[in-house]
């Protein structure tokens, strides 16, 4: 007999666990795999790139849109009632018309009333009374401060060209807590 021990088949030789793995696969797989990655680096890409490209888009849109439109402003068919003793009023309309036919729109009214009613249901953007020696003009501010100041800005020198005292009136102002009027703005802008 001799010593030495015949094979088995269950014995194997086991891989080093060091080395790394060696995995067969065909070309199909790999290209499939090569693409896979590809694939995903692109969207990790482009996903960096949405996240700096689409802020500077946003504020680039918000800048242009604001220079567009705002950008030389001027008044045109402002709606702004004239009310106060029949000659007064339409001596003062047709002034207030010839001084800039394209920025006005005349309304002739019969009381103070109607012209405060009418700037507080915003039908106007303004009014003036003319009364003796006195033309109060009524705004809304909380109608539009940018719109308030206009009309005040469009009727106190017609006022003070005919000789009357110019007193003014905000029939619905603004908030002191905002009194620009800019707060929803900012809201929206934040959002």
Sequence with gaps: MSNKTPARSSDQVLPDPDSPAVTTTDGAEADAE???????????????????????????????????????????DMPVAVSGSAPRAQAFADALEAADPDAVDVLLVGSDEEARGLVLDREVSGAVHVADGAA??????????SQSSTVTGMLAPQVLAQGLTLETEDLAPLPTSDPAGLGAMFLATAW
């Excluded at 969207?43 to 802020?55: D, H, K, L």
């Excluded at 888009?57 to 402003?73: D, E, F, K, N, W």
């Excluded at 109060?136 to 401060?145: D, E, I, P």
């Design 34 to 76: 090569a693409a896979a990655l590809k694939r995903a680096k692109a969207e990790t890409i482009g996903r960096y790139v949405a996240m700096f490209f689409m802020p500077l888009v946003m504020v680039s849109m918000m800048i242009s849109g604001y220079l567009g439109t705002m950008h030389a402003p001027a008044p045109h």
């Design 136 to 145: 109060t003009v009524y705004t809304a501010s909380s109608a539009g401060a």
